[in-house]
DNA sequence: TGATAATAGTTAACATGTTAAGGAATGACG
DNA sequence: CGTCATTCCTTAACATGTTAACTATTATCA
């Protein structure tokens, strides 16, 4: 059996890799005026959404990998956007902590993040952006099992 | 006006490195017998699709920035995938060209790349997938030129 | 209890993503 | 022809992605 590939501009990775060029690029331009990346929002976001929460479990929904939420973590700490400490019942957890500084930031530019969704929103109407979200979900592996 | 941000499980920009994430888990499976990088085989895809290309084109067409491609270039010219000349008629250009055994790679993993699609699509149900390729696309800044 | 496995994180090493600066060749124009 | 902007690409610097090895702590169980 010879299977073919699909032309590449019809490759579900690269569409997906081109997909989310294009819905970075205006948050990524938000960004540069905050100081910080794309995955430190991530994690202000995850922790502003669920309060303090252990390494794995931040990590695990702000859809990082450990080794890098390790070096993040440092970033982090060092601006004052978030707090560390040991969790004293087991003191192999990490727990992480936003700080005010890290909540003001989120609080800043709530308002223009939220623009840029809904600019995609329109782009797409309302019921296909609502199916894209479905289907990507399927792709999800992590989305049988809610997370940690 | 105060707008709020969806919560991160409804968050654009985290569904689609999640999905990227799923789809991308059996393929790098794949690669690892390889020995190649999903960058590195996205390379070589393409130049099998179009043949020789300028580093613009390829970069373009790979989806990788110029300073990621001249890296990956270097690693892979070393593995004998790939080989480089400069263009005569203009001499600011690369022309980079898949060698033999960058086919053979190809070749050799087709197949197996080809069922990893199918199980994507019947997961998703062809219309539902050629849909999913529809949206991604519609996000993509780059979709409203043919690229380069 | 004491050896061993499992869990939570970190560190290391290499590849890529991202932005900015730099270098070489070409093009435009006075 | 000479200057200057533009184009194509490379380098540099820092952050993250990815896999593997390693440390510290906790759980298991004979």
Known sequence: MTSKLPNTSRSLPIALIRAREGVMFPIREMLTKTGITEQQWRVLRVLSEFGALDTSTLANRASLLFPSLTRIATT?????????????????????????????????YTDQSAQIVVGFRETLGDKNYEQLLDLLEQLDPGSKQPRA
């Open 76 to 108: 982090m700490r060092n601006k004052g956007l978030i707090s560390q400490k040991r969790d004293d019942k087991d003191r192999r957890r990490q727990i992480i902590t936003i700080t005010e500084a890290g909540q003001k930031l989120i609080d800043d």
